[in-house]
């Protein structure tokens, strides 16, 4: 039962590239999240998916793609990087919709954008 | 709008003392409260939650925190801090979901260093 797994752990983009972080869960959660984190600001919702086949923008959506392309399958795509997109980010997974679920967090991806 | 506030971007401790990490919150309704912790180079790893009951919620790693309506404060403690217990921790709110799935609004973060 490895959770919630990212890949990858690196990358550095040059401004205008794109790329696709990948997020997997294997706890046959129905939730998954997108999260930002920035020094001094936490973390910042990105986007997130109540279950397969929908998904919702949160907090900083701009410059970001998702699909769920299944149950357990979640991916934030960069279209064009820019140098505001550095950060690292996280996914999280959680059981249902109850507000009262915990999100379980993956390892994170450092992404730098030159 | 749901939020968190914690105060101290910093709290440092000797081993073997007791540790307080603050956190303030403002919600409408209920509030439904988490602690993480995030070890370096690491995801969040979940602590803790207040749902409803006890006041006092027990956690991992022999951490607790206790929740106080009229302060609108959850503060996480632990009885004697361990060097291994240096990290950042985060309180987070969750909110209620509005026909989509439901949401957490972050703290900025305390970093804890406990040294020897």
């Known amino acids: 039962n490895a959770g919630v797994t990212q890949t990858p752990k690196f990358q550095v983009l040059k401004t205008g590239q794109s790329m696709t972080l990948q997020c997997a869960q294997d706890m046959n959660h129905n939730s998954m999240y997108w999260y930002r984190q920035d020094p001094g600001m936490g973390l910042r919702l990105i986007y997130y998916?109540?279950?397969?086949?929908?998904?919702d923008k949160g907090e900083v959506p701009n410059g970001y793609n998702v699909s769920r392309l299944n149950k357990r399958e979640f991916s934030l795509r960069l279209e064009s990087a820019a140098p505001s997109q550095t950060s690292v980010y996280f996914c999280?997974?959680?059981?249902?919709?109850?507000?009262?679920?915990?999100?379980?967090f993956g390892p994170g991806t450092r992404l730098t954008v030159l | 709008a749901q939020s968190v506030a914690q105060p101290e971007d910093q709290v440092n401790v000797a081993e073997g003392n007791p540790l307080t990490v603050k956190c303030t919150y403002s919600v409408s309704g209920n509030p439904y409260l988490f602690w993480y912790v995030q070890y370096p180079n690491r995801g969040l790893q979940f602590l803790l939650k207040y749902i409803t009951g006890d006041n006092l919620v027990k956690g991992s790693y022999g951490f607790e925190a206790e929740f106080n309506k009229s302060q609108t404060s959850f503060h996480l403690k632990k009885p004697s801090a361990l060097v291994s217990d240096s990290a950042l921790y985060f309180c987070?709110?969750?909110?209620?979901?509005?026909?989509?799935?439901?949401?957490?609004?972050f703290g900025t973060g305390t970093r804890l260093q406990v040294t020897l």
């Open positions: 998916s109540a279950s397969e086949g929908t998904t």
């Open positions: 987070a709110v969750s909110y209620p979901p509005t026909g989509t799935a439901s949401k957490l609004t």
């Open positions: 999280a997974s959680s059981e249902d919709r109850s507000y009262t679920d915990t999100q379980y």
